[in-house]
């Protein structure tokens, strides 16, 4: 197997690429214009990443990196390193959550966290809450789709992301409102992430955005008091019980949980399906349907949905040449790191210095990291499963979000 570095293009080519000029590619100026309208600033700081070798230091931003070996060495270090404190995500959510997140984001509660809840999302067990979350619906979609109907697989993704919450959450839900209820279900965890617009430079938030967040909370959670005693273990509030945690952690969880899987689930759905049909591979893919796995794989870096990772630095450390002191904040720019390995294609070679850094790394990697493959290949699936090719009729991209999305991404078969 060729070293990573053998497998990136050029150092020239790939600054062109990050600043998305020079090359050209329809799929690379889609996604820079996906970036710019969801974030002004994400592109400028994605561009200005590469430049940190491995590490640079950005006024009111703090340290940046978008070197992978350096990211993953920073997010696998806990003893220098949290999420709880100024400049990470776990700052942000106690703040509306509640003390207790400071005992099970990173401390001595996390790991055991973390250890009990492993099984709840397996490769097996993922594939069977697809199934049942997503089963009719996509076999409805499909079947239209294949049948010449036009499929705005944007309001789609939402839809199916608003169902496997349901599922997971045990949420009550209104089914003959049809899509209506799923849409409003994604809506509003749509609403709270929005609270972390312009955190990016500080994560204390004023008392009218934790008023805000906090009746948001309330309107997700208000189910869980009277399932949490009996909740089935396949579910996230029951598996929260049988684990010990309170109601009000559970609660919590459960939040955390429609935040950090909806809008970015929702986000790689649909943007698979433009690298697919703006790259052309699609037509690869359909010839060597071998590489579906891997094409999930590059979608998941190519698009790196939660674009950056926040961390506060603990104690003094060294790394990279730099010193790093206490209370300096860090940026991982994960969408950076991942996408200088070069652009879109099915049977890009493992990249073992990337390993799986779109889901992070270390004590924190996406605990429905194989959820959302599973979540990706059934709609894979519905895409090019009947060995025919599709074409996108129109796009919008999502403007001023916090995960960079597409609004609307109408399909059809050719």
């Not at 430049?51 to 978008?66: D, E, S």
């Not at 994560?203 to 959670?221: C, D, G, Y």
């Not at 790689?268 to 094409?295: F, V």
Request: glycine residues 8%; contains cysteine.
């Amino acid at each position: 197997m060729p070293v990573a570095e053998d497998l990136a293009p050029p150092a020239r080519e790939r600054r062109l690429r990050l600043m998305g000029a020079g090359l050209g590619s329809s799929a690379e100026a889609h996604e820079h214009r996906l970036l710019r309208a969801a974030r002004p600033a994400l592109p400028v700081l994605n561009w200005l990443g590469q430049f940190a070798n491995p590490l640079m230091r950005v006024p009111k931003l703090g340290w940046i990196t978008a070197d992978p070996r350096t990211a993953r060495a920073l997010l696998n270090d806990p003893a220098h390193l949290t999420l709880l404190s100024e400049g990470g995500v776990g700052h942000l959510w106690a703040q509306i959550l509640g003390d207790w997140v400071t005992e099970l984001f990173d401390g001595p509660g996390h790991h055991e966290l973390r250890t009990r809840s492993k099984g709840l999302f397996t490769e097996p067990t993922s594939r069977a809450f697809v199934e049942r979350a997503w089963g009719d619906r996509l076999r409805l979609a499909r079947e239209r789709f294949e049948a010449g109907e036009e499929l705005d697989l944007a309001e789609l993704s939402r839809v199916l992301v608003g169902q496997m919450v349901t599922t997971l959450l045990g949420m009550p839900v209104d089914r003959s409102r049809g899509d209506a209820a799923y849409l409003e279900i994604f809506a509003t965890g749509e609403q709270l992430a929005a609270i972390a617009l312009g955190t990016t430079a500080d994560t204390e938030l004023p008392p009218n955005k934790v008023r805000q967040a906090r009746a948001i909370v309330e309107r997700l959670t208000a189910h869980v008091d009277a399932a949490f005693s009996d909740a089935s273990g396949d579910t996230v509030i029951g598996r929260c019980r049988e684990l010990g945690l309170t109601l009000q952690q559970t609660k919590g969880l459960a939040t955390l949980l429609m935040v950090a899987g909806t809008e970015t689930a929702a986000s790689a759905m649909a943007r698979m399906a433009a690298l697919l049909a703006d790259t052309g591979e699609q037509h690869r893919l359909i010839a060597e349907p071998e590489h579906r796995e891997d094409a999930v794989r590059e979608t998941l870096r190519v698009t790196s949905p939660a674009p950056i990772i926040g961390r506060a630095v603990l104690a003094d450390l060294e790394i990279g040449g730099r010193t790093l002191r206490s209370g300096d904040r860090v940026l991982v720019l994960t969408w950076t790191a991942n996408n200088l390995a070069g652009a879109f294609r099915i049977d890009r070679p493992y990249l073992p210095q990337h390993r799986q850094l779109w889901f992070g790394a270390g004590r924190h990697l996406c605990l429905g990291g194989p959820l959302a493959k599973a979540e990706l290949q059934a709609v894979l699936e519905l895409l090019i499963g009947d060995g025919r090719p599709f074409e996108i009729v129109s796009r919008r991209y999502g403007r001023r979000v916090l995960i960079p999305a597409y609004a609307s991404l109408v399909v059809r078969k050719v």
